[in-house]
Nanobody
Framework: QVQLVESGGDLVQAGGSLRLSCAAS????????MGWYRQAPGKQREMVAT???????DYADSVKGRFTISRDNAENTVLLQMTSLKPEDSAAYYC???????????????WGQGTQVTVSS
């Protein structure tokens, strides 16, 4: 019912910037929160940044000051602006959305397929 489409992953050099985008579509009544998570080989998936409907943001300590999460006016997309990228930022990045469906007002959690970010040194 709810699909997330991600874009923006790429291979960049250390110190570079990328902007990840995630668009939610489907039977959506409301989105309470969206966020970005990442998983590198041999590591657990970790939260990178989240933003609630009220605009409250949370960031992993490792990305504070470098990454910025935001939502568009329609609140159907979430962006992650990444600057000063480091090799340790390399991972598959996954978009997540939580909210209520339009059809049955059921809670949902949806994940994107992931987009690869690779930072070379």
């Amino acid at each position: 019912q709810v699909q997330l489409v991600e874009s923006g992953g790429d291979l960049v050099q250390a110190g570079g910037s990328l902007r990840l985008s995630c668009a939610a579509s489907g039977s959506i009544s409301s989105i309470n929160a969206m966020g970005w998570y990442r998983q590198a080989p041999g590591k657990q998936r970790e939260m990178v940044a989240t933003i609630t409907r009220g605009g409250t943001t949370d960031y992993a300590d490792s990305v504070k000051g470098r990454f910025t999460i935001s939502r568009d006016n329609a609140e159907n997309t979430v962006l992650l602006q990444m600057t000063s990228l480091k090799p340790e930022d390399s991972a598959a990045y996954y978009c997540k959305a939580e909210g209520r469906t339009d059809k049955w007002s059921l809670p949902f959690t949806s994940w994107g397929q992931g987009t690869q970010v690779t930072v070379s040194s």
